[in-house]
């Protein structure tokens, strides 16, 4: 495990060898196998957008690493004296802190502070760009429970327009070999997926039948900026994972949810919480991914 990960900004970005060092060093952490020690490094997280998991995942990796997380609360921050983006980023990198984890509504500004200092950054998510340690998280866990993804058919369902998560999902699953399709509401599928080398379904329940597992997106209502909509119940209709669709996959087929879930409309509680969901396994896996990243940035520094 000799290579190192300068910034992890997006699965585009990282060769197919390097998407396998990261799996497999969170396979070796998850077995107990190998020990992280990062004593004494300082871990920045700046959040500019809500979170749960991601954010408190990177905190208890960072911990279980035996790193200082420092969280950054950006609303009392002197960004709101005015400072700007870029003088925040050299002052905390000024005092000698180790790595910056990222979390921003605009895509590309993770890359952006990538430019600008010395230190690692890793993207927690911007934009409708990319969520890298989510992609590497949803793929070890379609691993784990279906083996060596190359040949494997994974459908991404929903709101593909939206979601940084779709997109290191494609980037990251071709590049270990597995057959991608999308589905979803007409203009909820940017054009630009044509470019991905990724099948967009026409008729998601004779697809069902055909993948082995389903990563299930939200909806996110907070991106829909005068994008029409079908209503929640013609959405759920359509495109929701409900225990009838649910009912047509094949016996081993699993699925999959970044979170937040909006219940009862792109995911029905009985399938949230059923035996072929493996959302929390998903959310136990993050760790082990962000440990392995987190890892693979400062280890031998
Ligand atoms: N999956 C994910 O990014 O969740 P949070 O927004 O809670 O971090």
Redesign the pocket.
């Known amino acids: 495990m000799k290579k190192h990960l300068n910034h992890c900004i997006g699965l585009r970005f990282l060769d197919s060898e390097m998407i396998q060092i990261i799996l497999k060093k969170a396979a070796l952490i998850k077995q107990k196998k190998a020990i992280v020690d990062l004593s004494e490094k300082i871990i920045v997280q700046l959040f500019f ?9 990177f905190e208890i990796a960072t911990q279980k690493c035996k790193a200082s997380p420092m969280v950054i609360d950006i609303e009392t921050s002197s960004l709101s004296k005015g400072e700007s983006l870029l003088d925040m980023v050299k002052n905390i990198s000024a005092m000698n802190t180790d790595a910056l984890i990222v ?1 921003h509504s605009h895509g590309g500004v993770p890359h952006f502070i990538s430019q600008q200092v010395s230190i690692p950054v890793i993207n ?2 911007d934009g409708y760009h990319e ?1 890298p340690s ?1 992609g590497l998280l949803d793929i070890f866990t379609m691993q784990e429970r279906l083996g060596d993804l190359s040949g494997k058919h994974i459908l991404i369902l929903g709101d593909i327009m939206h979601s940084r ?1 779709a997109k290191s999902n494609i980037w990251g699953l071709k590049k270990c070999g597995a057959k991608v399709s999308v589905a979803g509401p007409e203009n909820l599928i940017p054009s630009v997926i044509k470019e991905f080398d990724v099948d967009i379904c026409e008729n998601l329940d004779e697809l069902l039948p055909t993948v082995d597992a389903v990563n299930v997106l939200r909806i996110q209502f907070e991106r829909q900026h005068g994008i029409s909509l079908p209503s929640v119940e013609d959405y759920r209709k359509s495109f929701g994972m409900t225990s009838d669709r649910q009912s047509l996959l094949k016996d081993h087929a699993i699925i999959l949810h ?3 879930i909006n219940r009862g409309i792109e995911l029905d509680s009985s399938v949230a919480d059923g035996s072929r969901n493996v959302i929390l396994d998903q959310v136990e896996n ?1 760790v082990y991914i962000r440990m392995a990243i987190l890892a693979l940035c400062l280890e031998n520094q």
Do not use: D, F, Y
């Open positions: 957008e809500p979170s749960t998991r991601t954010r408190l995942s979390r927690a998510g969520h989510q998560v970044p979170g937040p993050g």
